[in-house]
C-alpha cells in the first residue's frame, strides 16, 4: 500500500514538473508571420535546438494545443522582455531552397549585427554518446538595403578582414581593435554605425 502511495506521488510529482517546465518555456511575445499578420500571445523563447525549425506558439497561457509555425511561414518573432528575433534566408541549399533561421539583433543601424546560437557537438563519438555538446554564438553582419543578400558570417580568424572591408565607406570608421567577442563586435559596430550616419 505504501508503495502505490509512494508511486502515486512521485508520478504527480513529476506530472506537475514537466507542466511546470513547459510553462516556463513560453513568454508573452507576438509572432510575425510572412503574409505581415501579427499574432500576440506566448511564444516559446528559441533556443539553439529551435531557431533552425520555427516557432511554438500559444493564444492564452492556459491553451493547451501549441500552434506551430514553421520558419518558412514567419517574418519575425519577439519576446515582451525585449528580446526580438528576425527570419533571415542563409546559404542556398540543395534543390533551389534556402536555410532559414531565426536571427537576434544586437545592433541596428547601417549595418546590423545578429547573434545566432547553436548546438555544438563534440567531435568525439564516444563523448557524443554522454550527450558532450555546447552551445556556439555565431555572429552576421548585414547592410543596410542589402537584405536580398544573405547575412555574412564573422569568423574569428577574419573578423578585422571583414570588418575592414565593411568599414571602408566610411572615413571616420573607428579602428578596429579589441578581441572576437560579442561586446567588443557590437561597440564596434555601434561605433561604425555612429559615425556612417553622419
Known amino acids: 500500500m505504501r508503495l502505490c ?8 510529482g513529476c506530472l506537475f514538473y514537466s507542466s511546470a517546465q513547459a510553462q516556463g518555456r513560453f513568454q508573452p511575445g507576438y ?9 500576440r500571445g506566448f511564444v516559446e523563447t528559441p533556443t539553439r535546438n529551435t ?7 500559444k ?5 493547451v494545443d501549441n500552434i506551430f509555425y514553421p520558419i518558412k511561414a514567419l517574418r519575425a518573432a519577439g ?9 533571415r534566408k542563409m546559404q542556398p541549399m540543395m534543390f533551389h531552397d534556402t536555410l532559414r533561421i531565426l536571427l537576434e539583433p544586437l ?3 547601417r549595418a546590423t549585427l545578429f547573434r545566432s546560437a547553436r548546438n555544438v557537438f563534440t567531435n568525439n563519438p564516444e563523448e557524443e554518446m554522454f550527450g558532450n555538446s555546447f552551445t556556439n554564438s555565431y555572429y552576421y553582419v548585414e547592410r543596410m538595403n542589402t537584405t536580398s543578400r544573405p547575412p555574412f558570417l564573422l569568423r574569428a580568424d577574419h573578423f578585422r578582414d571583414d570588418l ?5 565607406d566610411c572615413p571616420t570608421a573607428p579602428p578596429i581593435t579589441g578581441k572576437f567577442e560579442e561586446a567588443n563586435l557590437m561597440h564596434l ?3 561604425y554605425n555612429s559615425r556612417s550616419a553622419k
Do not use: C, K, P, W
Open 164 to 168: 575592414g572591408a565593411l568599414f571602408s
Open 79 to 87: 519576446l515582451t522582455g525585449g528580446r526580438s528575433y528576425v527570419v
Open 107 to 109: 545592433i541596428r543601424g
Open 51 to 57: 531557431v533552425m525549425r520555427g516557432v511554438e506558439f
Open 189 to 191: 559596430m555601434q561605433q
Open 5 to 12: 502511495f509512494f508511486a502515486a506521488l512521485v508520478l504527480h
Open 31 to 39: 509572432v510575425v508571420l510572412l503574409r505581415g499578420d501579427t499574432l
Open 59 to 63: 493564444n492564452n497561457a492556459g491553451q
